[in-house]
């Protein structure tokens, strides 16, 4: 079993920035693989980003430029950082974890976007 916390969901202002983190722990290897989703008010949970261990992030094209995955093997975390945020980022974002086929989720971190 792997467990997935995220954390550093909060309001921030347009054009504004916000990290967030996110922790596996349990039994964890080095081959996991781990990144975002997020959750729009009313919307369908689209892909943000997504590492594999040892290769490069990909993004989701609405992010791209303005969101940067980066990930510490040693910790099994990664973080988002997310600059020049927009209200339509606005969104509940979840962190996930995939291990031997099995995917696990976080309980989701709220990020608003708003003046």
């Known amino acids: 079993q792997v467990q997935v916390v995220e954390s550093g969901g909060d309001l921030v202002q347009p054009g504004g920035s916000l990290r967030l983190s996110c922790a596996a722990s349990g039994s964890t290897t080095s081959s996991l693989a781990m990144g975002w989703y997020r959750r729009l008010p009313g919307k369908e949970r689209e892909l943000v980003a997504t590492?594999?261990?040892?290769?490069?992030?990909n993004y989701a094209n609405s992010v791209k430029g303005r969101f940067t995955l980066s990930r510490d093997n040693t910790k099994n975390t990664v973080y988002l950082q997310m600059n020049s945020l927009k209200s339509e980022d606005t969104a509940t974002y979840y962190c996930?974890?995939?291990?031997?086929?099995?995917?696990?989720w976080g309980q989701g971190t709220l990020v608003t976007v708003s003046s």
């Open positions: 590492s594999s261990s040892g290769s490069a992030a």
């Open positions: 996930y974890a995939v291990q031997y086929g099995n995917t696990y």
